[in-house]
């Protein structure tokens, strides 16, 4: 759900930046050279991942199809057939379902992407999502998919409507946030492609390598002393969009991986509420977490104290401590959700 109101966000803040809103956009430099951040004593740093590629099961299997499913849509369920996976859109906010299609073994049959899914082996496929992650259904039919796979989070419904129309199998599945959604994500989309062993398979590999990377970090934490105070800020600084995200947003699952506690849910933040002075210094959070190109669009950390004076006051503000990551990777839940924690780990505890 987070992911979807999160492209709500991005939309209209780019709608805002459109209409004039915008002002000069500052960028941030890397904080360590060669964009690996370690926060030796604290201090702002950027995770990176250290492989972008993500890794295929082992096996053979390919697609048995057709198979019927469940389209799950905002009007209601309603059942696709699917006949044909040699030419598949995939489109979503976080670049999810391309990822999960490429971990099972489809990524050669993937002919069209949203933006978010900069992956390696997908860099000259087509992307079909424009401004705002706006779908192009004339680019999309240009490349006469077999299948659409998206989740929501991508619109206007009507051009997706437009696609099925045209007669192609349109596919909804159900890409909500944290660990345990990505494996549903992976059960689902394999059930679109007629490969539902595999997307068991799959499943049960991310909750295998979460556990074991939220295992070494607890160990990390510990041996750092008293868990820190973590919040998650989502920032729009040219349309003046600041969010902070709470319990069941998705970031408090990361949060709990990072062995941290999440300070915007301790000062009872729920989902993801506009962030005031007030709830900033009520979760007077150590480290803050946000998007990279989010916390480029408010100038760099500067730019974002001197729009909210009430960070300087926390501890987070007052060690400068601002994690970034990338937009489309800090909450990518997918077949990389294990790397992201420990990218975000390596940049909060200087690891």
Do not use: W
Request: proline share 5%; with cysteine; aromatic share 2%.
């Amino acid at each position: 759900m987070a992911a979807r109101i999160v492209a709500r966000l991005a939309i209209a803040a780019a709608a805002l930046a459109v209409a004039g809103c915008a002002g000069p956009v500052t960028s941030v430099q890397p904080s360590a050279a060669g964009g690996e951040a370690r926060a030796e004593a604290g201090g702002p740093a950027t995770a990176v991942l250290a492989d972008r590629a993500v890794e295929v099961l082992d096996g053979d299997a390919g697609p048995e199809l057709p198979v019927t499913v469940a389209s799950h849509e905002r009007a209601g369920d309603r059942q696709v057939t699917v006949t044909d996976a040699s030419r598949i859109v995939a489109v979503d906010m976080t670049g999810g379902i391309a990822a999960t299609v490429v971990a099972l073994g489809l990524g050669d049959s993937i002919v069209g992407r949203d933006t978010a899914s900069e992956l390696p082996g997908l860099e000259d496929v087509p992307v079909v999502t424009g401004a705002s992650h706006t779908l192009t259904p004339e680019a999309v039919l240009a490349l006469e998919p077999s299948v659409v796979l998206t989740d929501g989070s991508i619109g206007p419904s009507d051009a997706v409507a437009q696609l099925r129309d045209a007669g192609v199998p349109v596919v909804y599945v159900e890409n909500e946030d944290g660990f345990e959604g990505a494996g549903e994500l992976a059960r689902q989309v394999s059930d679109a492609l007629g490969m539902s062993a595999a997307g068991e398979e799959l499943a049960a590999r991310i909750a295998a390598e979460v556990a074991q990377a939220t295992e070494d970090v607890a160990a990390l934490a510990a041996s750092r002393g008293e868990p820190l105070r973590m919040a998650f800020l989502y920032l729009r600084g040219s349309a003046g969009v600041y969010y902070m995200f709470g319990e069941e947003s998705g970031a408090d699952e990361l949060v709990a991986a990072l062995g941290g506690v999440d300070a915007a849910a301790d000062a009872g933040i729920r989902g993801m509420q506009p962030l005031t002075d007030e709830a900033m210094l009520a979760a007077d959070p150590d480290v803050i977490l946000v998007m990279t190109k989010g916390l480029e669009s408010v100038g760099g950390i500067d730019g974002l104290i001197a729009d909210r004076p009430a960070i300087a006051l926390t501890s987070a503000g007052q060690d400068r401590r601002i994690v970034d990551m990338d937009d489309h990777d800090i909450l990518a839940f997918g077949p990389r959700s294990a790397a992201i924690v420990e990218a975000l780990a390596a940049a909060v505890y200087g690891a």
